[in-house]
């Protein structure tokens, strides 16, 4: 008997049987023969019509090849051993949550499509543009295809020359990529804070992660999300009310990795409180809201009291668990962001020269 997969919700009966095939494809291997036509009618229940249909979009697809007086087969291109390259200080959940969350979600999902999964740090040492591991899995075919959570776009350059890669990543470092869409963060934020009776709302942006203008005086989404807010609000919008705007990029600087995103933190609170009296404060970043939950601390200034605060937060993270209460949580669900990244990663398996996609994950108000 078929083993069925866990319900999803499909808009049609076709794509929920795609998808069935599609795992168990995976889970028979390369080159293996799928049950006959009737077989495979009887056992999932289905019309014989409505599993020609899948079958016909899973050989679209490049999944299956159905050979006439033969059978129905695996492609070789799904014989998928994925590599998740990350750098060294998303390893470790003091270091990043989410780097861990995402990888938690990847594995799970690699797994239950029956994938293998591998772990490699992304950055080489002794000149080294990749690392040395991760180099030598590429080069033996080890892994077929990458998803990217590293902050060294070299890295990402390098693997797209040889494998499919996926890079998490605000800017432009692969065709093929997912973002967290921090215009919704501004909208939900502001508009949260608004309703607080909020009249002076600042937004922390951290520096060294691709958001902002290229040059100082120009814009970009994240501000003109923040304006329109605003204006939405019937509240003013003053440049000095956007913590470090003048030293944002659009690019990832060669030390980002560096940077001491609480540290920013620290400072950007130290800034809306001291020049420019904010009561209302919308964080693009977890560990930028815990530095500036510090500077509160030092001041004995209550966050939820004296100044709300509405921050981006990774869903079952454990970051800011003990200040949940005082603030505005505006949650991102790593699995979701797993999920988009297989997503992609499958089309380009399937197809190298697919058209190129960028997925926006939207954040949700916490409950």
């Known amino acids: 008997m078929a083993t069925k997969s866990k319900p999803l919700v499909y808009t049609t009966k076709t794509q929920a049987l795609s998808a069935h095939l599609a795992v168990m494809a995976r889970k028979l291997g390369p080159g ?3 049950p006959t036509m009737q ?49 060294r200080e998303l390893i470790g959940a003091p270091a990043s949550p989410f780097g861990d969350l995402l990888l938690q979600q990847a594995q799970t999902r690699a797994n239950e499509l029956g994938e293998r999964f591998s772990l490699y740090l992304a950055e080489g040492s002794a000149g080294n543009i990749v690392h040395e591991d991760l180099a030598e899995a590429v080069n033996t075919r080890k892994i077929t295809g990458a998803l990217c959570v590293t902050r060294h776009p070299k890295v990402i350059d390098w693997l797209d020359k040889r494998i499919p890669v996926v890079a998490l990543s605000h800017r432009d470092v692969s065709p093929y990529r997912v973002r967290i869409d921090h215009t919704q963060t501004i909208a939900l934020g502001v508009e949260a804070l608004a309703k607080k009776g909020c009249k002076n709302i600042a937004l922390l942006i951290p520096a060294g992660y691709g958001i902002g203008p290229t040059s100082a005086g120009k814009s970009f989404a994240e501000l003109e999300a923040y304006k329109t807010a605003l204006s939405a609000a019937k509240l ?9 705007l003048s030293a944002l990029s659009a690019h990832v600087e060669e030390d980002a990795e560096k940077q001491d995103v609480r540290l920013q933190g620290r400072a950007g609170a130290a800034a809306a409180l001291d020049t420019l009296k904010a009561d209302g404060i919308v964080s693009l970043d977890d ?11 030092k001041r004995g200034v209550r966050a939820g009291h004296d100044v709300h605060v509405a921050t981006h937060s990774n869903k079952v993270s454990h970051l800011l668990y003990a200040f949940e209460e005082s603030l505005i949580l505006i949650e991102v669900d790593p699995a979701e962001v797993a999920a988009a990244m297989f997503s992609l990663l499958e089309t380009r398996l399937a ?15 916490a409950a």
């Open 351 to 365: 197809d190298k020269n697919a058209e190129e996609k960028v997925i926006a994950i939207a954040p949700k108000l």
């Open 287 to 297: 560990e930028l809201t815990l530095g500036a939950l510090a500077e509160f601390n």
């Open 39 to 87: 077989q495979l009618s009887e056992e999932l229940g289905i019309s014989v019509m409505t599993l020609n249909r899948a079958l016909s979009e899973l050989e679209a697809q490049g999944i299956l090849v159905r050979r006439q007086g033969s059978g129905t087969y695996v492609t070789e291109k799904f014989a998928s051993s994925i590599g998740v390259v990350c750098d």
């Open 236 to 244: 003013k919008y003053d440049e000095n009310l956007v913590f470090n």
């Open 32 to 34: 293996a023969r799928l």
